[in-house]
């Protein structure tokens, strides 16, 4: 069984930059998707950036293009996210999560359907 566990989580100020790591155990199906999630308070959980290929073909949700990046380093077993440029609504609670949808349902951004999940590392983004 797989087992997810996501560390780097904190308290930045605007603009300032995060990285977290996602440590899995256990095999996962690289051709189904390793995304990244997230929930502020009184909202519901939303993908911010998947892994949805064994070649790593990576996609982000519009609101973190271009400041966001995630990786697989497949030595470690470990997906991280950079976040750079951070922002005030970039604050929530942060989620990995794997065995995900295939890459070509192009689903990557549902978490109803991804099966396993961490639980999460928190990040605060102060004005």
């Known amino acids: 069984q797989v087992q997810l566990v996501e560390s780097g989580g904190g308290s930045v100020q605007a603009g300032g930059s995060l990285r977290l790591s996602c440590a899995a155990s256990?095999?996962?199906?690289?051709?189904?998707?390793f995304g990244w999630f997230r929930q502020a308070p009184g909202k519901e959980r939303e993908g911010v950036a998947a892994i949805v290929s064994a070649g790593g073909s990576t996609v982000y949700a519009d609101s973190v293009k271009g400041r966001f990046t995630i990786s697989r380093d497949n030595a470690k077993n470990t997906v991280y996210l950079q976040m750079n440029t951070l922002k005030p609504e970039d604050t929530g609670m942060y989620y990995c999560?794997?065995?995900?949808?295939?890459?070509?349902?192009?689903?990557?951004?549902?978490?109803?359907?991804?099966?396993?999940w961490g639980r999460g590392t928190q990040v605060t983004v102060s004005s």
């Open positions: 999560a794997a065995d995900g949808p295939p890459g070509s349902s192009r689903k990557w951004y549902n978490p109803l359907e991804y099966i396993r």
């Open positions: 256990g095999y996962t199906d690289s051709n189904n998707c």
